[in-house]
């Protein structure tokens, strides 16, 4: 089934669909309003019914202005996937669990199991460079583009053994060896 915002992108149905929300109009008031032909508001209103958008009012149809509400909220809480660059460099099955956690460039949630934990906590420590020392603001600064509560990511960083600490630096000391340079040097 086609989503109902998709069906808006056809510029007959959205004028029909616009002429319609939160007003009860006939047919004929459509053509008026729209200059379109019958045939073509009656196609875009059947669309629109089949859809759940428009429905019948009297002698006319109606997009009720609850019903748009709906598919906005709808839209706002829809997931953003995982954006591409995340997963590179990492197995196709570390990146189904990439795809659980992370939204966009975004770690939206920390796992709590260990064994997805250390999936993602090696995706983050590629965003250190082998070899450089990173102050502790150098480090939740690289964190905090990821998730805001850069201790608790330094912390497990640190105890999954992926950086490493003396008392005024960390240094990447673990994890895979991407073939790209990480962005941070």
Do not use: K
């Not at 669909?17 to 309003?33: F, I, K, N, P």
């Amino acid at each position: 089934m086609t989503s109902p915002v998709a069906l808006l992108l056809d510029p007959q149905r959205l004028m029909v669909a616009g002429t319609l929300a939160g007003v009860a109009r006939t047919t004929e008031q459509v053509v008026d309003h729209t200059g379109l032909s019958p045939q073509d508001v009656l196609a875009a209103v059947g669309d629109l019914r089949a859809a759940g958008l428009v429905e019948p009012n009297g002698p006319g149809y109606l997009l009720p202005m609850d019903v748009l509400r709906r598919i906005a909220a709808a839209e706002r809480t829809r997931p953003t996937p995982m954006d591409r660059s995340i997963g590179d460099g990492m197995t196709d099955s570390e990146q189904r669990v990439l795809g659980r956690f992370f939204e966009g460039r975004v770690l939206v949630e920390i796992p709590t199991g260990r064994v997805n934990r250390i999936v993602v906590f090696e995706r983050l420590c590629l965003e250190f460079t082998i070899g450089r020392h990173y102050t502790e603001q150098e480090v939740n600064s690289v964190l905090a583009a990821f998730h805001p509560d850069t201790a608790t990511l330094r912390r497990y960083l640190v105890d999954e053994d992926l950086l490493d600490r003396n008392r005024t630096h960390y240094w990447r000391s673990g994890g895979r060896v991407d073939d790209e340079p990480a962005a941070n040097q």
